[in-house]
């Protein structure tokens, strides 16, 4: 639950489909938001809000820009320590298969998927409540290409 002043407001891309209403709905609750429909939103400048779009990802808007998960160059450096045995988080942590790790700067979460390659459980905290949810609910719905990916994000909370 959110402790914050701010009124969260929840909302879907234009034209939303019955799915994407119903999960805004149920975003909005679940973090103390408010849902709007997107043709009664009004924003003025310095705005921002939430938005489920039309694959039911959540992101987090503002006038000009959108902030969206991505697991950015998790991959890259996967294959790349698998080569060469080289990275310099993993290599530091030494992560085992029974461990379960405490990220307390998941960021946009590319860290924590990499990580819960080699462990149990990678649970992660983010001081910044935006990037928290959109990382959060995006890091077990994304569409990864790698199994590996997939069944790491499964370890990701």
């Excluded at 991505?70 to 993993?90: E, F, M, Q, T």
Aim: proline share 3%; aromatic share 12%; charged share 25%.
């Amino acid at each position: 639950m959110v402790k914050n002043s701010t009124k969260w407001i929840f909302t879907t891309s234009h034209k939303p489909n019955k799915k994407q209403v119903e999960k805004a709905l149920q975003l909005a609750n679940k973090y103390g938001g408010v849902y709007l429909e997107r043709n009664k939103l009004r924003m003025n400048e310095g705005d921002f809000y939430f938005v489920i779009d039309k694959k039911l990802s959540l992101n987090f808007q503002w006038e000009d820009g959108k902030l969206f998960f991505h697991p950015s160059v998790s991959k890259i450096r996967l294959n790349n320590y698998l080569k060469n045995g080289i990275d310099h988080l993993i290599n530091a942590v030494s992560p085992k298969k029974n461990d379960i790790i405490l990220d307390l700067t998941l960021g946009l979460g590319s860290d924590a998927l990499l990580l819960s390659y080699f462990c149990e459980k990678v649970v992660g905290l983010e001081a910044s409540f935006p990037i928290y949810a959109v990382v959060a609910e995006n890091i077990t719905n994304y569409d990864y290409k790698e199994n590996w990916m997939k069944e790491a994000s499964k370890k990701s909370k």
